[in-house]
């Protein structure tokens, strides 16, 4: 049986990923905040397993491999994340936007992949996806793409650091087998919905899916589930 470990997984994108992998057989991990997103996911998928935690909290990591006891993992997902919305320009955005932003975007995602790194090692064809974002691209910022759009430089800029981690990873885990690709989902109809959102994460999710089943992919790739593109970092 195939497993999946999907942090953020009780609302948005997280959820429906949840969903896709359970309805198609993957034995589910997910992490998440609260005792109320945790009543969540087990009343939606009652086989999985459920580890409350911040993602940016400083005993996350040991907390994660206690309740994964050395499982085997073949996907790691990470997508929870914050902001958008605030600081959406060079004389609103502070400190605490980038702080907690970037906490959540890169800081969580290298802590998930640390405490999941021995579950990875366990399987055959290990993956680790990081949920990123078209806004996290330097070269689509520097073509004008995202000038004056209304989204936190927060966010952009904590992205852009997840996808350099992701890079680095890439060619870290690259010994152990395990490919890194980044996923930009697509604008997307949750909480977090920028004011183009067209794609359900239900869609999103079955798109992700899908590429992974189909193993058409390669490490160090960006990938956007709106067009199926490869994106310029
Ligand atoms: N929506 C879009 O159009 C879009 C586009 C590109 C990329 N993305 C990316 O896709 C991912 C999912 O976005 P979404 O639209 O599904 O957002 P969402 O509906 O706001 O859901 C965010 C999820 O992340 C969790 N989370 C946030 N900070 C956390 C932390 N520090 N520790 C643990 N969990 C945390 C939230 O938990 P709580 O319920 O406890 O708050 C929630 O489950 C994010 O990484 C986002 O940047 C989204």
């Known amino acids: 049986m195939k497993s999946v470990l999907i942090t953020g997984a009780n609302r948005g994108l997280g959820f429906a990923m949840a969903e896709s992998f359970y309805q198609k057989g993957y034995r589910v991990y997910t992490v ?3 005792d109320e997103a945790k009543a969540i996911i ?6 999985s397993f459920v580890l409350i935690a911040d993602v940016t909290d400083t005993d996350y990591q040991t907390r994660l491999q206690e309740f994964l006891a050395d499982k085997k993992l073949d996907v790691v997902i990470n997508n929870a994340g914050s902001g958008g919305n605030r ?17 959540s975007h890169c800081v969580g995602a290298l802590s998930t992949v640390q405490g999941t790194l021995a579950s990875l090692k366990h399987a055959e064809h290990p993956v680790v996806v990081n949920i990123s974002s078209r806004r996290g691209s330097l070269h689509m910022q520097s073509q004008g793409e995202a000038k004056q759009i209304r989204i936190a430089l927060s966010y952009r800029i904590a992205k852009a650091a997840q996808n350099m981690l992701s890079l680095c990873m890439a060619d870290d885990l690259e010994t152990d087998g ?5 996923i930009h989902p697509g604008a997307l109809l949750t909480d977090m919905a920028p004011p183009d959102a067209d794609l359900t994460p239900k869609e999103s999710a079955k798109r992700l899916l899908n590429l992974l089943e189909s193993n058409a992919f390669s490490s160090r790739e960006f990938i956007s589930l709106a067009t199926r593109d490869r994106l310029p970092w």
């Open 32 to 34: 998440v905040r609260n």
């Open 42 to 47: 087990h009343q939606h998928f009652p086989e």
């Open 87 to 103: 600081g959406v320009r060079t004389d609103l955005c502070t400190p605490e936007h980038l702080m907690t932003e970037f906490s």
């Open 178 to 182: 395990i490919k890194v690709i980044v």
